[in-house]
Each structure stands twice: as C-alpha cells, then as structure tokens.
C-alpha cells in the first residue's frame, strides 16, 4: 500500500487521468493546463479549467482577504492564458469552517470580483460548503472560456530548435507577488495571434519542474540559459528555477519568429520584461529536477 | 465581527453573491442550481456547475471510496437534472494529504468514471492539490451541459395554485442512498420537454428547508399535505422532512398538466414513485424551518 508521496504529483496525476474514458467532443482532456472541447462552431473551441487554493498550502491565514481571492480567481486565468484564449465564466466553491467571519468571507469574494472583473469575466455561480472544526478553509474556481480553433497552444506542440521565452521575472513570489499577480491573458492573446506559438503554460510550480514538462509534452529534450534568466530583485538563481509561482508564460516558438517576436514585443509591451532562455532540442533533457512538487516528501 | 453560524447558509450566500457584478452572456446567475449562460445559438443555453463534497461532512472516512466518487458527480449531475439540462464535461479539483493510500484515490476516480459515463458525460480535466496533515480531503467537481432554451426549469417560476409533485421516496438517506443515488436526469428531460414545469429544484438540504427556498423564489407561499409525502421504509416524518440529502425532484406545474402527468408517469417511469405533495399558494408560507444548514449553530 503506497501512499501519494511515494509518486510525486505528476505521477499521480498521469495515474489518475489513465481512469478516465475521453468523451465525445472532448479536443485535449486532462494533462494541459486547459481542457479543449468542441465549442459553438465557427471555428472556435471550448477551454475548461478548474484549480483551487488552500490555507496553509497557497496561502497563510494572517494574508489580506482580498488579496486571497485575487489570487484564487488569478490562478485560473492564467491557465486560460497558457493556451492562448480568454475565459468568460467563473464557478465558486468555498468550504469555510461556521466561526469564519462574514466580513472577512466578503472581503474574499470582493477580491475574487474584482480579479474577474479587470479580465472581463464574471463569476455565475458559487456554492458554499461547511468544514468541520479546524479544517482549513479553500477555494476552487472552475471557469470556461474560449480561443480560435487555430490559435489555441497546448504544451505538446513544442519542436527540436525551437527558442524558449519566459515573461517577466522569476522567483522570490511568496513574498507578495502570488497573492497579487496578473495572468498574463493580453500578452498570451497578442502572442497566440501573431506568432505560431508552438508550445505554451503558465509557471506555476517552478521553472524547473514545469519546463520538463513542457520539454516532455512535446516530446523533445531542452537547454537551458541559466545565465538568461529573468530573475526577481534579490533572488538567487535556485530561487527563480525552483521558488515557484511565478504565473509567468514560458513558450517555445521557430528561431525566426523568436527574432520576429524580440522586436515587437518591446513595442507591444514596453513594461513587461521578455527572455530567451534557452531552446528544446531533440535529445534528452539536461538533468533539472525540482520544484514544487504537491506530493513529494 | 459575526461569523458564519449567526447568519446561516441562505444569508451567507445572499450576502456574497450580492457582492458579484453579473457580466453580459448571464441569463440566471447565482441562486439556482446551476447558473445559465448564452450558449452556442440554435435555441441552446450553457448550465454550469460546480459543488463539492468534505470528508466528515459528506462522507466518513470508512465509506467505500468508489461509491465517493459515485456521489461527488452526482450531486453535480443532480443539480443539471433540477434545471432540465443535461450535463457534458466535468472537471474534479481532489485536494488530498499526501498520506493517502494511491490506490484509494484510484478508487474514488474509478466511481467519478463510472458516474459520469452512466450519464453519458465525460471528465476532461482533473486538479490534484495537497492538504496539510489532518486536513479533511475534499473533491470538487464542476460541469458544463446544456439545456434548450424554451425548457430550462428555474426555481423562480412557480405561481400561486400550482401543485407540487416531489419523485422518489424521502428521508434515511444517510443509512447509504445518499453515496448511491441515481441523479434524475432522464426523469427531469422527459418532464421538460412534455409538460411546462414552472418551477423545480433538487433536493439536497431536505423538504423543510428547500420547500421554502423554491416558493419564496417563485414569491408564493405553499401548503404542504403531510400525509402525502413518500417516506422512505423506515423514516418517520421529520425525518422525511430534514435528514436531506434525496437528490430527489421538487416541481411545480398547474393542476391541469398535473392530472396529465400522474397518468403518463405512472407508465414511462413505472418503477420511480411520483407523489403530489401540496401546492403553492398567494398566501404566506406556512411555518414550514429546519433541515440542514452548513451554517447554523
């Protein structure tokens, strides 16, 4: 009898999702940070995405309310980002224990309302649910959302030779900046509609456990630039590969896009750092290991 | 500062949903069983979804993890049957300590499959996230489907003179149907696409406490014929009023379409009980309070 630790997230993951039967009309199901099922036509498709956050695993008790569910609406946004489309609808589960107070629960929902709407979309439906005593309270939000049928990019479409891009700057989140992040939905739009983007996901467990995933859904090896990457103010370099929560883009694109994509992206989003960090190849990955791992020991 | 328990569920949910700011596509946002969405045309609407299920508060830690799974879809699935649609793509958030056995969260994937597929709908996207030690495990589980826009089933609908019909039996849920129960989809097609149900919901926090909710969002009072209501074997009244957890019909319809439908029930779903319960009234509810709510002392 082994439990979870013993597998490590992705394991579990790819496991569990092996029990599933594909639907009709389902594009791309589990194992993307959407899934992509057939939409209402006209060349559109649908996105699905469900996450949620945790006290003590994604956030501290003693951490701003609005603040938590910025964060607990963001992390669902950005996974729309990651496949190049644009949610529209949001759910809302909440397991709060009875002696939670009500003033600070509706600070939590004005914070998850104004995240919704900065992105233009909006929360239809929430659902609440008692824990029992001392249990810790979370969150999950499930929304649905749509790209063109032509833009959308999975993680699986990378190729040997392709250049490897991070936005922003990596590390050092949990000093603030994961309650407070911006899914990078405009940029992921503007990128899915000017470039063939091959590969793309949002950063979310530490470059050095989400790029072998990436690298390993399109079925290529990688190199990486240690010496290019983006990091945050006062962060080491084992920080920004393995600190985690970065919510940034890491996308993989053809070497004469990439020097296409340089120069307009510093016309198109002066403010917003972009890095080459590295390219996919087609032998096997550098040995990086690490990260985030929700059910490592 | 007033927690959670000094307003109870309906407050709660009435206060944090006041907070949200409707976008445009919503037809029917939060406070019905599923909210309602501009689908893809053609006379189509989008239902979503989400709900959960806690250990020790939907389940104990000793029941069959397959039958865990079973229910965490169905009570989603229950709640597109209450609007007349049919549920097609489910998402699953397991929040889980790592000490968990791998081959019980098999198990309670195995009985999400087998539910969903039972119903004709798919899992396209699953969410696994870690739990600090001690915390209760929690599924989550949201869906999309869709309903034809003339036949949608709101709570709201309901008229004075209305008679109320609930299927099944009430009551003893606990003794193990609320772990194995059917979700009433075929029976709530059948009945919005041949008769005009004005009003309906499912019943997961007993008749006392979701009688009340369904007449005061349709603005009428009711009356309720005691005598009429189906108990399960065993059960005596009150709890056939607030044990909960029935996942069975509540609906209302005119007195003409009722005396139609108790003939043509009793031949298209000989073996599911259909009892005619009371009615909806101008008047004010009788003094009908209790079952159970996630909030209340």
Chains 1, 2 share one sequence.
Not at 48 to 69: M, N, Q, Y
Not at 131 to 147: H, N, Q, R
Not at 282 to 293: M, R, V
């Amino acid at each position: 009898m082994l439990d979870l630790s013993h597998y490590g997230e992705d394991a579990v993951v790819a496991r569990l999702t092996a029990l599933l039967e594909a639907g009709p009309g389902t594009l791309t199901g589990p194992g993307d940070d959407c899934a992509v099922v057939e939409g209402s036509g006209r060349g559109e498709v649908e996105l699905l995405k469900t996450d949620c956050i945790i006290c003590g695993v994604h956030f501290l008790p003693e951490a701003s309310p609005r603040k938590i569910g910025w964060k607990a609406v963001a992390r669902t946004l950005s996974d729309f980002a990651a496949m190049g489309g644009w949610p529209r609808h949001l759910m809302v589960t909440l397991a709060l224990p009875s002696d939670c107070q009500m003033r600070w629960v509706e600070e939590v929902y004005r914070g998850m309302n104004k995240c919704a709407r900065t992105f233009n979309c909006s929360i239809v439906g929430g659902e609440t649910s008692s824990l029992p005593a001392g249990a810790p309270m979370m969150i999950s939000v499930a929304g649905t959302g749509s790209a063109r049928r032509s833009q959308v990019v999975l993680r699986s479409g990378g190729e040997p030779g392709d250049v490897l891009f991070v936005t922003g700057t990596l590390g050092g989140s949990q000093q603030g900046r994961h309650l407070t992040f911006m899914p990078r939905l405009a940029e992921a739009e503007w990128l899915s509609q000017n470039f063939r983007v091959h590969a793309m996901m949002d950063l979310s467990d530490g470059l050095a456990m989400d790029l072998p995933r990436l690298a390993s859904a399109s079925g290529c090896g990688f190199r990486l630039d240690e010496e290019a990457l983006p990091r945050s103010r006062g962060v080491v370099l084992e920080q920004a590969l393995r600190d985690g929560e970065d919510y940034e883009l890491l996308f993989a694109m053809s070497e004469r896009s990439a020097r296409r994509l340089v120069v307009e992206w510093a016309e198109k989003f002066p403010r917003l750092k972009l890095s080459r960090i590295g390219g996919l190849s087609s032998d096997g990955a550098a040995g990086l290991t690490g990260g985030w791992d929700h059910f490592s020991e």
